[in-house]
């Protein structure tokens, strides 16, 4: 903007004032292009209609009353309002008109881009963004937009120049860099794709840059490094750049909607700091909208700013008292800090609200077994089956709340049945092999069956809590040097997972099996599997 307007300076001085004056005359007369219609504005806020129409019937007297700047400053605007608003192809006649008078602007044909790739027209999309480039080639978003819409219509290579053109004006570009390496994959150029979704990587740990550089490893035959990113699964058109053009246009809204919008994206793209300044303008926008203050202290939360996050799920309850995700937020951000009472007072809010809540029920039930009140859980793993049967983790811990009760019997024959229910998880196959190798209670045990579940688990994942069961099962049948075999390289791999607790308990047990000494306690009494937590 500076260095054009050094340039029209320039060209004044040497025309004269008299140049200046005729070509003043000329722009304010100049002609307008006609007014296009509105288009259907259902569904949008109230406010934000009348506001369109305001601006839509003042816009003949506006335009024709100025230069072409200004007349053209007031057909982009309408449009700029009516792309926030995603009334795409109605923005377009506006930002045409903008475009017509005011041709060296890179706004409108910029604009007109976003315009048709909304509208799912990368033909068209791609000419304005050709025009936006040529008009100011270091504006990185337009160059970003152009390789983008390069890709769709598959050309790669061309796509790839206007990335590199982008990098080398911004090299922190993280989506100048991922779509580089986009563009090198779909030519099968896999080292220098490898190397510029690494290099994105370095800038953003990105769950689309992971798998797309999964697919890159996997095509070149690497299939450790590839499995290691393709777990990471995402949205390859969520990594878009900074772009203050774009970024703009929620702000013409005065609604907090947008900012929502934007903010919800960035969570998915995991970028926080993006999330939470959006998100927070929403909630300054909607401060009664108590669903934006629970997503806002979300993303508070998974950026690490725990206090704010609390501030803003006590928030969200003021506003919405009648809502029960706020309490749950609540719960597991103080069962995350160990305070298990007032997560026990949140998840309780929260099944009170919607007795439905399946995720709030779980937790409910997990933490009063975390706390001791065993009995008082069973309730609620029932009531979360009752909402959905298929959920494995309320039926695990129903499981073992009826273990921590003593009521070994009936937790075989619970795990029996959710194995034979749901055989993918073998967390149910290999807690009913405890209890067979090592429950208390006689009538339970059965050494053979132990022995059998815990050799067909054995084949697929070779753990130490699994060697620690089959030494039980050997035990339990009298084959007590086997027991001391699968009991040391438990031992070994508890060692080597940092887990002193558990290999000290083991030890002991050791002992008991070289005096020839069967195990009696299929979990020891502090083994986390009786105290769930989520991660912190």
């Given at each position: ?17 008299c ?6 005359a ?32 003042g ?22 309002l ?18 017509t008078?005011?041709?060296e ?8 881009g ?56 911004q ?7 991922f ?5 090198a994959l779909?030519?099968r150029?896999?080292s ?22 999964g ?18 699964t995402?949205?390859?058109a ?16 005065g609604t ?32 009664r ?6 997503n806002?202290?979300t ?139 090592a ?7 059965n ?14 994942n ?16 009298g ?8 009991q ?13 607790a ?10 008991g ?22 991660a912190?």
């Open positions: 903007m500076t260095r054009r307007f050094l340039m029209v300076c320039a060209v004044a001085v040497c025309l004269g004032e140049s200046r004056t005729r070509e003043n000329a722009d304010s007369t100049a002609a307008v292009p006609a007014l296009p219609p509105l288009g259907d504005l259902a569904g949008l806020d109230e406010s934000l209609q009348q506001r369109i129409r305001t601006e839509h019937a816009l003949a007297g506006a335009a024709g009353s100025g230069s072409k700047e200004q007349a053209a400053d007031a057909y982009g605007r309408l449009g700029m009516l792309l926030a608003s995603e009334r795409y192809a109605a923005s377009a006649p506006f930002f045409a008109a903008a475009r008078l005011r041709p602007d890179m706004r409108w044909p910029y604009y007109l976003h315009v048709h790739t909304r509208l799912q027209e990368p033909d068209k999309a791609v000419t304005f963004f050709e025009e936006s480039s040529r008009i100011d080639p270091r504006y990185v978003p337009s160059l970003i937009w152009l390789g983008e819409t390069y890709l769709t219509l598959g050309r790669p290579a061309e796509a790839e120049r206007q990335f590199a053109a982008a990098i080398a004006i090299p922190a570009s993280v989506a100048a860099w779509k580089r390496g986009r563009a779909a030519v150029d896999y220098n794709a490898a190397a510029y979704l690494e290099r994105a990587l370095s800038l953003s740990d990105s769950d689309p840059i992971h798998y797309q550089l697919l890159v490893y996997r095509a070149i035959g690497d299939r450790t490094r590839a499995e290691q990113h393709l777990k990471r995402g949205d390859a969520s990594v878009v750049p900074d772009d203050p053009l774009m970024d703009s246009l929620p702000g013409l809204l907090g909607a947008a900012y929502l919008t934007r903010g919800l994206e960035a969570v998915d793209r995991r970028d926080w700091p993006t999330a939470v300044l959006n998100l927070r303008k929403a909630s300054e926008l909607s401060p909208d108590a669903a934006v203050h629970l806002l202290g993303a508070l939360f998974l950026s690490g700013d725990r206090a704010a996050a609390r501030t803003a799920f006590e928030t969200a309850i003021r506003v919405g008292p009648e809502l029960p995700k706020p309490h749950y937020t609540l719960g597991l951000l103080a069962e995350t800090e160990a305070r298990d009472q007032e997560a026990i007072d949140h998840f309780t809010s929260a099944v009170r609200l919607d007795p439905n809540y399946l995720e709030a029920q779980a937790s409910l039930a997990d933490a009063l077994r975390r706390s001791g009140k065993v009995q008082e859980s069973l309730a609620h793993y029932l009531k979360a089956l009752s909402v959905n049967p298929g959920a494995s983790q309320a039926r695990f811990g129903y499981a073992m709340a009826l273990v921590r009760l003593g009521r070994h019997r009936d937790a075989a024959a619970w795990l029996r049945e959710a194995s034979a229910m749901q055989p993918e998880q073998a967390g149910f196959a290999h807690a009913l092999a405890r209890l067979l190798a429950a208390p209670e006689e009538s339970v045990r050494g053979h069956e132990a022995a059998q579940i815990t050799d067909a688990l054995l084949r697929s070779r753990s130490w809590t699994l060697f620690e069961t089959r030494a039980m099962a050997a035990a339990e049948l084959q007590f040097e086997d027991a001391t075999q699968w040391q390289q438990a031992i070994e791999g508890a060692t080597s997972a940092g887990q002193p558990a290999a000290a308990h083991m030890q002991r047990v050791l002992d099996y070289r005096r020839r000494q069967p195990c009696r306690t299929p979990w020891r009494p502090g083994d986390p599997i009786f105290f769930p937590r989520p912190a």
